[in-house]
């Protein structure tokens, strides 16, 4: 049986560790309630950006853009969006994993990948994979210093011609307990759920100023860098909640630890005290 003054040097380690878990808890809790917000008031904005350029394709069936024409995909572009710490449970290790899968699986002749975020960029330079850019210092607290970079290098890759279409890989928020891997693509965007205006709706003629190009040039960009804002603050929004997840079990799981020891310190104490007890009696009797 170990002895007292190691069993407390145990202790005294395991609660100094749990103060340690306890605290990032709170910590993630606090980050985690500040992304919600941000989610929450970021969906109305782009709800109504979403209605709009719905809105204007439906107005215009026969104006054929680039961002809504379905062209032959050579070139695939994957904007994947990691985790920017550790000590989060399965979250970076599941979203690497799904990411390399839905890549193998994608019938594009190419692959440009574009990484978010400090882990994933670690893992895929580990794994000696190519990547055509990377952006370490994008995350939730960077997201509108950093965001217009990446948003507007893929408008002009997909302009030019060097890309044919831009999927985006990260770890969709539900709620503080349920996290999605997700897997969808951003442009070109699908207008297959754009209905035609029907014969009962009020035929209410618009007049475009300027012309559409330019109304669609200036509209696309925004819900792009959108969408890829509301990815990121979703993933951050994830990483906060695995790891306020994984804390609060290393916290409870200390708790058990320390209870274990002291319950091992009272026996090593009472066994001391019986021994020396033992020792007194053997001595009165000699």
């Known amino acids: 049986m170990a002895g007292l003054r190691d069993i407390r040097q145990k202790i005294k380690g395991v609660s100094a560790t749990q103060q340690i878990t306890g605290a990032m808890k ?47 995909v050579k070139t ?30 994608t019938e594009a002749e190419a692959v440009k990948i574009i990484v978010v975020g400090k882990k994933a960029i670690r893992f895929f330079t580990q794994k000696q994979i190519e990547i055509h850019d990377s952006y370490p210092e994008l995350n939730f607290k960077n997201i509108d210093s950093e965001l217009f970079s990446l948003s507007s290098n893929l408008f002009k890759m997909f302009n030019s011609g060097e890309i044919d279409e831009i999927n985006v890989i990260y770890t969709s928020f539900a709620s ?9 693509r951003l442009i070109p965007i699908d207008t297959a759920g754009v ?13 475009f100023y300027p012309t559409p190009a330019v109304i669609f040039d200036q509209l696309v960009p925004r819900y792009l860098r959108n969408l890829l804002r509301r990815a990121i603050t979703e993933s951050s929004a994830s990483e ?6 994984a804390m609060t079990s290393a916290t409870d799981r200390a708790e058990e630890i320390i209870e274990d020891l002291k319950l091992d310190l009272n026996r090593s104490r009472q066994a001391l005290i019986t021994r020396e007890i033992s020792e007194v009696i053997a001595g009165s009797q000699a």
């Open 26 to 72: 709170m910590m993630s809790t606090a980050r985690l309630g500040k992304a919600v917000e941000a989610i929450n008031l970021t969906q109305t904005y782009i709800s109504k950006l979403e209605q709009m350029v719905q809105n204007l394709k439906r107005e215009l069936p026969d104006y054929h853009h680039p961002c809504f024409f379905q062209r032959e």
């Open 76 to 105: 695939s572009c994957y904007v994947i969006i990691g985790g920017e710490r550790g000590l989060c449970g399965g979250f970076n290790h599941e979203l690497h994993k799904f990411a390399l899968k839905t890549i193998k699986e």
């Open 176 to 184: 503080a307990v349920k996290r999605y891997l997700t897997a969808s």
């Open 195 to 207: 209905a035609p205006r029907s014969s009962g709706q009020a035929n209410m003629a618009f007049d």
């Open 240 to 245: 906060q909640s695995a790891r306020m997840t």
